[in-house]
């Protein structure tokens, strides 16, 4: 089911049946859409998530921090703070809004300046022709294929520019659960990379196996989702299962 959340659009997967109050929030990364996380939300929806694909806004001219402005929006239209699972540009995004969320993950998240190296796998996004000329770049090429597999969707060149160049660091928030997923051996994100980002946010860290970026729909997206779910209810589900029955008790 599509629906709006604020400024933007999201697909909604209801539970089979509804175990939390709190609502699964899931935030796409670049070359990504909202579709990218059917997977993730059979899943999770099959365990008594309702989730919440958003969509991030196609606008040229918006930059990182307008993206996170809309997210943040979205987030408070909600019926109640939401834990908020984010991939790739888009765990940063999460980070980002962490005083809106009950809990944040973060899996493979995309890292650079000034925290690490810039993400070497944007230097071969687009054409060169396309990078010259500044036009909606395709996903990137050669050995960084299976990290972006959507071959159909492109990006603002000015976004992939300013990723390249800079990503604002998230406000540390360690009094939040909040959870960086790392795939050992991801090229796009290095472990150091996500270690450093974990350290900067106050975040726990947690390594999976694996070294494919598409971490939604490579090969193991189902342990990337399992690790996820299994974290989730660890550090929360006293707190959620309580607020659960607190909501479904009559007056």
Wanted: aromatic share 6%; proline share 10%; glycine share 8%.
């Amino acid at each position: 089911m599509a629906i709006h959340c604020g400024p933007l659009r999201a697909e909604v997967t209801a539970p089979e049946s509804e175990k939390f109050t709190a609502p699964m929030v899931l935030v796409h990364g670049l070359w990504e859409r909202a579709s990218t996380w059917r997977r993730f939300a059979g899943y999770l929806a099959h365990r008594g998530w309702r989730c919440i694909a958003l969509e991030r806004r196609a606008d040229a001219a918006a930059d990182l921090m307008a993206h996170v402005a809309d997210l943040r929006v979205a987030l408070d239209a909600l019926d109640a703070p939401p834990v908020v699972v984010g991939h790739d540009l888009g765990a940063v995004f999460a980070l980002h809004c962490a005083e809106r969320a009950r809990a944040i993950v973060g899996l493979a998240p995309l890292v650079g300046a000034p925290l690490a190296d810039p993400p070497p796998a944007l230097a071969r996004a687009g054409s060169w022709l396309a990078r010259w000329r500044g036009v909606p770049l395709g996903p990137p090429g050669g050995r960084w294929r299976s990290a972006y597999p959507s071959r159909e969707v492109v990006e603002p060149a000015a976004l992939v520019r300013q990723v390249f160049d800079h990503i604002p660091p998230p406000t540390p928030a360690p009094a939040l659960p909040s959870l960086v997923l790392a795939l050992e051996d991801d090229p796009t994100t290095p472990l150091t990379a996500a270690r450093t980002l974990a350290q900067h946010v106050g975040a726990e860290l947690i390594t999976l196996p694996g070294a494919n970026h598409a971490a939604l729909v490579g090969p193991g997206w189902e342990a990337h989702v399992a690790a996820a779910h299994r974290w989730i209810i660890q550090r929360l589900g006293v707190d959620l299962l309580a607020l659960y029955d607190e909501a479904m008790s009559p007056e």
